[in-house]
């Protein structure tokens, strides 16, 4: 991205209605607030309760800290963009912003494939569970991830920064995203389009292969369960990932169906607030509302806290009283 004209671009948002800006300001606020807090909660149980240190838990805490990571690359400047209404981003700014959401949003979709991987062996080879999913099995797995993620966007990044920008800097979108980016460059795009699509289908169907088969040998498994009551402990043990596994892959799918030319850039939109905003709000609540242990270890910090609260307020008082 790269020229010797344009240092800055203006990021157009969602709307140009006032009002509806109040709206959507309190909406992106909110859910923000929210995702950041259920996925810090998240991530603090699974530090203090000692039943949470479990591989699945481990998964479940990097996943959370992507989840505040992704979300955080996008939304607070596009808050700031629309309480001062102020619509420049440098260009910098911009190419941080594009580094560091398909980082985090890469890096997700190979974290879900492990999290898939874990549950296939704590269903279908529960007595090697500890063995297989070892602190050196989960460690090596979160660095592949991370590293998988960086090996697929180096390539369309590196290509990208040597585009140029002549005839306009408005991108059509409300953070800095590759697709509006292209539609404005001067340079040819067509190979860092190729590449970018190849990247995309390369990253959505590794991952999904690797859940998709996790998720059969899961099932099979269950079916040959001769206890109903088993059978359904197992489902509930992946029901959250599931779902999310379901949103996550399901938002995306829409991205790359392709509308009519006026639609294309609404749909984008939709889906990026979608997957910006309101996913990352929800996977605390899927988590702690369809697991036990996770809702056990919520009530005890609670009453741990609860507790805490009771007794300095005894103490003070009995202090109170003695002076």
Not at 208 to 213: I, R, S
Request: proline share 3%.
């Amino acid at each position: 991205m790269r020229n010797h004209t344009i240092t800055t671009f203006i990021l157009l948002g969602l709307t140009d209605d006032p009002q509806l800006k109040v709206l959507i300001f309190i909406f992106l606020f909110f859910t923000y607030m929210l995702s950041v807090a259920g996925n810090l909660t998240i991530i603090s149980l699974t530090f203090v309760d000692c039943h949470l240190r479990t591989a699945m838990y481990f998964f479940l805490q990097n996943f959370s800290f992507l989840e505040i990571s992704f979300t955080t690359a996008c939304i607070p400047r596009f808050l700031y963009n629309i309480s001062t209404g102020d619509k420049i981003i440098t260009y910098d700014a911009c190419a941080v912003q594009i580094f560091f959401t398909y980082l985090f949003g890469i890096t997700e979709f190979f974290l879900l494939a492990a999290m898939s991987f874990d549950r296939y062996v704590a269903i279908c080879k529960p007595l090697h569970y500890v063995t297989i999913m070892n602190n050196r099995v989960c460690n090596r797995l979160i660095i592949s991830c991370w590293m998988a993620g960086l090996f697929i966007i180096i390539p369309p990044l590196s290509l990208g920064l040597s585009l140029e920008f002549c005839d306009s800097n408005v991108i059509d979108h409300f953070f800095c995203d590759a697709t509006p980016l292209l539609k404005i460059a001067c340079s040819d795009t067509g190979f860092i389009e190729r590449m970018i699509l190849v990247c995309a289908v390369l990253t959505f169907i590794m991952t999904l292969v690797c859940v998709v088969l996790s998720y059969m040998y899961i099932i099979v498994t269950i079916l040959r369960f001769s206890s109903a009551q088993q059978r359904t402990k197992a489902f509930s043990t992946c029901s959250s990932h599931m779902v999310v596994v379901s949103m996550t892959y399901g938002s995306c799918i829409f991205i790359y169906i392709k509308p009519s030319a006026k639609e294309e850039v609404a749909l984008n939109k939709g889906v990026s607030l979608l997957i910006s905003s309101i996913s990352p709000m929800l996977n605390p609540f899927i988590y702690t509302l369809r697991n036990k242990q996770v809702k056990k270890a919520l009530n005890d910090s609670f009453k741990r806290i609860a507790f805490s609260l009771k007794s300095k307020r005894k103490e003070e008082l009995i202090t109170h009283n003695g002076g």
